[in-house]
């Protein structure tokens, strides 16, 4: 079973890492430059707004499929035939009620506009999520990571050629929506077609019962899906409304300048709970007993090493190169993006205590406290947004967000430990400490020489030490790979 997530990590990984960080850093930044802060601050705000309520689309579908695939892979065909009647069905429900709210918050037509576009690219978006979460729920990684990236691939190719080519004009942000509709509705297609190949499927066939058999188990899920949506995503939503009408969409277009970095780094997280999540359906299921609980401790703390190696390195290094980073992607207000962006980005490691800890609680099925936890979190981010927003803007948004995401992040630490009996070493937990210790002087040590030099030496250092003080063990990352080969 090790094997096959250390497999699934290297394939959505290597994949991602080549594409994404062009797409993000390429692209994203491309557009922003091209129409500006407050033209994309339009843009981010609403979409956020269309990415709160994108739970509509699916209900905690995707997450059920995933698990129970991973558990009973025999279901897929009827799986398959009877969800796609059901996200046709809720695609009607999620555009009713985002454009309730729409309505409520004052929205114009231009904003309508662009919130109807938003919406489309949300449906395909997740009708791709859901499709890959067959292949997921079947351990076939190698598929799942080309479609993880092959959506980016053709918005790379469409936007760089809007943006860098001659005579297409000055960009428009509307451009950039179009082609994220041309891109998603390609790569659906090409998803739909493989899975139909992979099963045999014959066609789509609406079946009550079964319709409300999974709308009923996978409510849970959709529960939580949309508080931790509301939690990530709310910020620049808040930031829009809470603040004058122009100023407002400035302030959320320096947070979503501060943002995207953070953004890009929590999809390593995220595309490390892909494989992860099917890997530990499979572990909760079996009985319970020491074999089971030393297995989830010992895949739980290979995942969280490497992980915390990543973000820990990464929040304290690029926190201390804010200034140059802004500076290298954006061509105003970079001073105000950098100071929101030295607070945004620890948000990366109690983000990946959630992807870990929250993945290993979905798939045990303890819903109800994740549900808990979660709208105790949306709580703390509104309220502390709420007073912090008219007194500090973005900045203090960043504040409110990073609270959040902590709050979060050790509750579920705290829950997972309990649920599973797991029992970390006290020589575990002071070679992570150390590690922080080393990142962070490291850091205040070379923070005189270039940027680039600052970023290579601490990541080798990272590295080293992390080898060094075993978080990350070759031998026995070796060790399993040879004795489920033998």
Not at 74 to 91: A, N, R
Not at 174 to 193: D, E, G, K, N, R
Not at 224 to 244: F, G, H, K, T, W
Not at 374 to 393: C, G, K
Request: proline share 3%; hydrophobic share 55%.
């Amino acid at each position: 079973m090790k094997k096959k997530l250390l497999s699934g990590l290297f394939w959505v990984l290597l994949l991602n890492i080549l594409i994404k960080p062009f797409w993000i850093l390429g692209i994203e930044v491309g557009v922003q430059n091209a129409v500006g802060a407050e033209a994309y601050g339009f843009y981010f705000a609403i979409f956020n707004l269309s990415y709160i309520f994108n739970i509509l689309l699916d209900l905690g579908i995707t997450n059920f499929n995933t698990r129970n695939i991973a558990q009973h892979p025999q279901l897929i065909t009827k799986h398959l035939s009877g969800i796609l009647s059901i996200k046709v069905l809720l695609l009607g429900l999620y555009s009713i009620i985002t454009f309730s709210v729409g309505l409520l918050m004052g929205y114009d037509s231009q904003q309508f506009y662009l919130l109807s576009w938003l919406c489309v690219n949300q449906f395909l978006n997740s009708l791709i999520i859901y499709l890959r979460s067959n292949f997921e729920g079947l351990l076939l990684f190698k598929t799942d990571s080309v479609l993880s990236i092959l959506d980016r691939v053709l918005m790379i190719v469409i936007c760089g050629c809007l943006l860098w080519l001659p005579r297409t004009g000055n960009f428009q942000i509307m451009w950039f929506v179009y082609a994220q509709t041309v891109a998603y509705a390609i790569t659906a297609s090409i998803a739909l077609i493989a899975l139909f190949r992979q099963t045999g499927f014959k066609g789509i066939r609406w079946n009550r019962p079964f319709a409300l058999s999974v709308l009923r188990q996978s409510a849970p899920f959709a529960l939580l899906v949309l508080l931790m949506a509301s939690y990530n995503r709310i910020d620049p939503v808040l930031i829009e409304r809470l603040l004058p009408d122009h100023v407002g969409s400035y302030e959320a277009g320096l947070y979503a300048g501060a943002f995207r970095l953070l953004d890009a780094l929590t999809m390593i997280a995220y595309l490390v709970s892909i494989p992860l999540l099917p890997i530990y359906a499979k572990l909760t299921a079996q009985k319970q007993g020491p074999e089971r609980t030393k297995e989830i401790a010992d895949t739980t703390r290979i995942v969280f090493s490497i992980m915390m190696v990543f973000a820990v390195t990464s929040a304290v290094t690029l926190s201390f190169l804010s200034q140059p980073l802004m500076d290298l992607f954006y061509k105003e207000h970079t001073e105000e993006s950098a100071r929101i962006f030295r607070v945004l980005i620890y948000g990366i490691v109690p983000i990946s205590f959630t992807y870990i800890f929250g993945t290993l609680l979905t798939a045990n099925g303890s819903l109800k406290q994740l549900n808990i936890l979660a709208a105790t979190a949306l709580i703390v981010n509104v309220v502390a947004n709420i007073f912090l927003i008219p007194h500090l803007a973005a900045y203090g948004s960043a504040w409110a967000s990073l609270s959040a995401q902590s709050f979060m992040a050790v509750t579920q630490l705290v829950l997972a430990l309990v649920i599973f009996s797991i029992r970390p070493s006290y020589g575990y937990v002071l070679r992570l400490g150390a590690f922080v210790v080393i990142v962070f002087v490291t850091n205040c040590l070379v923070e005189t020489v270039s940027p680039l030099m600052h970023l290579i030496i601490c990541g080798v250092v990272a590295v080293v030490s992390a080898f060094l003080l075993k978080l990350i063990n070759v031998k026995e990352l070796l060790q399993i790979l040879r004795s489920e080969e033998e």
